[in-house]
């Protein structure tokens, strides 16, 4: 007998059960394609411009060798996910919904109130890259950058009327323009393949200060809170027959499958921003801290070499734009996720989708306006904004992998021994880690 019981409210009530999907026995790739698109929204928040610095920043600095812990970290994410999606599909609620069943009223708010400031903080990144490349590209002030991401909010309202299924699929393509166009320039940068492949492998080199340091910027930075919130909800938009232990247990199977290949999809782009970084920029002394900077570097021979060119910044200043409208579905998701989950707060559609992404949208925007426009203090909030998500990442962990792991929430469904140990492994030493990053941006 599990203690989780269906909710009598459902999480993203107007998609949940919406896509149809065929029985268990109508073959495996029936069903993968039935069930890909969730993994999609979730691996959008693994490749954001709050990673670009860093994964770059990581090439230019050390080369190739921390190519592994960008292995590991994807390594963790996918274990995670898979808890966050299994949580969902067995038990019909989300992550907000099952904490908020197990702490007091005030501890719920109290979670929310984090939860909103972790989604806010990812948020950030996304609004001030997608002004950035708006700047990069059209010429278009700071200001208006950020307004114009106020607007998507109505794109979105738009598209969750046509189906959640063309929502995966925008996402999707967006995905994939960022893959080739990092596909291309490291293509064009032409690395070393050999100590490519050599990074990989786990190297004493990483504990170094100065590298040890950039590893852990990569493995903080690396899962997101709000994408568990988030996978635990949108696996539900699946109408796979709920009684049926046949249908959950394939559902489980196939959610997993999409989670992994799109975390893969994550990988690959993280993977060819450090090689990029790497290839291009190793043991040069450029300023390459900011999106702006970086956008620079690509079209100056004096910093990229021969292959410097301005279809390289441009189709970087792309790829930008794209990973910055994603934010606008997936954020706005994660915030309605949690508010409804740990608040039960039920509200029109679009005043819903229009509050909670004003949460995240009005902090940008005044400080775009107190900055006057400027690009470099506004990228300076992607560093403080660290500051949520480090604090947010245990009190989402913990509890997913306490509910994950216990038969008595999950029955036959609970993670096994081995898979139990890694999720405690893997909150015990992210927590660690999010901590001493936490100390380091105190301490400045």
């Known amino acids: 007998m599990r203690l989780f019981q269906p909710s009598t409210g459902q999480s993203l009530a107007e998609i949940n059960s919406t896509v149809t999907v065929p029985r268990a026995s109508a073959g495996f790739w029936r069903n993968l394609g039935a069930y890909a698109g969730p993994g999609a929204l979730v691996a959008v928040g693994y490749m954001d411009p709050g990673n670009w610095v860093t994964s770059i920043g990581g090439g230019q600095q050390f080369g190739y060798t921390l190519l592994s812990v960008i292995l590991l970290s994807s390594l963790t994410a996918m274990l995670l996910q898979y808890m966050a999606a299994k949580l969902g599909i067995v038990t019909g609620l989300d992550l907000a919904q099952a904490t908020a069943r197990h702490v007091s009223r005030a501890a719920a708010v109290a979670l929310w109130v984090l939860a909103e400031l972790a989604i806010m903080a990812t948020d950030i990144a996304e609004v001030v890259g997608a002004a950035i490349a708006l700047r990069l590209l059209f010429g278009i002030p700071m200001l208006w950058g950020v307004l114009i991401t106020v607007a998507d909010v109505l794109l979105l309202l738009l598209l969750m009327k046509v189906g959640f299924r063309k929502v995966e699929a925008i996402v999707t393509t967006l995905i994939l323009t960022i893959l080739v166009v990092f596909a291309y320039e490291v293509a064009v940068a032409r690395p070393d393949w050999g100590a490519v492949g050599l990074g990989f492998l786990p190297s004493n080199a990483v ?238």
């Open 207 to 444: 504990v170094a200060p100065g590298e040890f340091t950039m590893a852990l910027g990569i493995v903080g930075a690396t899962v997101m809170p709000h994408n568990l919130y988030l996978h635990s909800a949108i696996v539900q938009s699946r109408a796979y027959d709920r009684g049926d232990s046949e249908e959950t247990r394939n559902a489980v199977r196939f959610v997993t499958w999409d989670s992994n290949l799109q975390l893969s999809i994550a990988f690959v782009v993280n993977s060819l921003l450090l090689l990029l970084g790497a290839a291009l920029f190793y043991g040069k002394s450029a300023d390459l801290s900011s999106l702006g900077s970086l956008y620079d570097a690509l079209e100056n021979p004096a910093v990229a070499g021969a292959v410097a060119s301005p279809v390289l910044s441009v189709l970087f200043a792309v790829a930008l734009l794209a990973s910055g409208q994603n934010s606008t579905i997936t954020g706005t998701l994660s915030g309605q996720v949690v508010m409804e989950g740990f608040l039960n707060l039920r509200m029109p559609l679009w005043a819903r989708r229009l509050i909670t992404r004003l949460v995240a949208v009005v902090p940008v925007l005044a400080f775009t306006v107190a900055y006057g426009g400027s690009e470099a203090r506004l990228e300076g909030l992607l560093v403080g904004s660290q500051v949520f998500l480090c604090m947010a990442l245990p009190f989402t962990i913990v509890p997913l992998v306490y509910f994950t792991s216990s038969k008595r929430y999950m029955g036959s469904y609970a993670n096994r021994p081995v898979v139990a140990v890694l999720g405690w492994v893997a909150a015990t030493v992210l927590s660690v880690l999010n901590i001493s990053l936490l100390m380091q941006i105190i301490a400045g």
